[in-house]
């Protein structure tokens, strides 16, 4: 069956970097499209970013556009997501998701905290 398992994230501090990596089994990686995806404390759910099968095309939300890159390696089954220049409000939960435009699995999330 498939299966979304994140790693990365933590504690940084404004104005740092992290790496999201979201690995993927159960399915042809390379022949969807997959999506990060975050929720800040008590609010609902943004969209974050969207790459193309193949990772020639991204998408992303304006409020990270410039500082957050989204990738994949096919051959890993891996989606990444480097997150620069980090800021208190891009404190949250981060989800990768497999597919367009409905969204059918999540990974389980992983804790992002911008403080100082």
């Known amino acids: 069956q498939v299966h979304l398992v994140q790693s990365g994230g933590g504690l940084v501090q404004p104005g740092g970097s992290l790496r999201l990596s979201c690995s993927a089994s159960g399915f042809t990686f390379s022949m969807y499209w997959m999506n990060w995806v975050r929720q800040a404390p008590g609010k609902g759910l943004e969209w974050v970013s969207t790459i193309e099968s193949a990772g020639d095309t991204t998408y992303y939300a304006d409020s990270v556009k410039g500082r957050f890159i989204i990738s994949r390696d096919n051959a890993k089954n891996t989606l990444y997501l480097q997150m620069n220049s980090l800021k208190p409000e891009d404190t949250a939960v981060y989800y990768c998701?497999?597919?367009?435009?409905?969204?059918?699995?999540w990974g389980q999330g992983t804790q992002v905290i911008v403080s100082s």
């Open positions: 998701a497999k597919g367009v435009p409905y969204y059918d699995y």
